[in-house]
């Protein structure tokens, strides 16, 4: 489970904002009836203003409710990780822990990082960086052991 666990906590937490974004259409304005009096144009742009800025605060909105989402999914998911590991840690013999805590950081970024490539070919571009793949490294080893890791390059 903490493989699993660990590649959704990576989806949403790299890619969560590109997923989330959401295109609104724009409001459309009613017409006046033809015999009601023409509004003037100074009229129609304050109005237009107040649909605007009314579309930005429900965005604006919006947009703060689906990051408040994501934060409490993050986490939940991270609890859990952090329940299966310490389980797991539990299960290894204590002459293995040293051994365990060397290998298991870079086993598990290595296997969330391919599990990424698999599951999202079309993002191989930005998952082939270097930088994404040094901070996947130190997240797992952080997690795991407590502090930043030296992965060989």
């Given amino acids: 489970f903490i493989v699993h666990d660990t590649f959704w906590w990576v989806v949403l937490?790299?890619?969560?904002?590109?997923?989330?974004?959401?295109k609104h259409p724009?409001?459309?304005?009613?017409r006046a009836a033809s015999s009601q009096s023409v509004v003037s144009t100074k009229s129609k742009s304050n109005s237009e203003s107040m649909m605007d800025m009314r579309e930005r605060r429900r965005l604006f909105k919006e947009r703060a409710e689906a990051r408040v989402q994501r934060e409490r999914m993050l986490a939940a998911i991270q609890d859990r990780i952090a329940e299966n590991f310490v389980t797991l840690f539990l299960s290894v013999p204590s002459f293995d822990k040293d051994l365990f805590l060397d290998v298991y950081p870079d086993t598990l970024a290595q296997t969330v990082y391919y599990s990424l490539c698999t599951a999202?070919?079309?993002?191989?571009?930005?998952?082939?960086?270097?930088?994404?793949?040094?901070?996947?490294?130190?997240l797992m080893s952080v997690w795991t052991v407590g502090h930043a890791h030296s992965f060989a390059t």
Avoid: E
């Fill in 13 to 22: 937490h790299f890619f969560g904002a590109r997923v989330q974004k959401i």
């Fill in 26 to 30: 724009k409001p459309r304005m009613r």
């Fill in 120 to 138: 999202y070919p079309n993002s191989l571009g930005w998952l082939t960086d270097d930088s994404f793949r040094w901070q996947l490294a130190q």
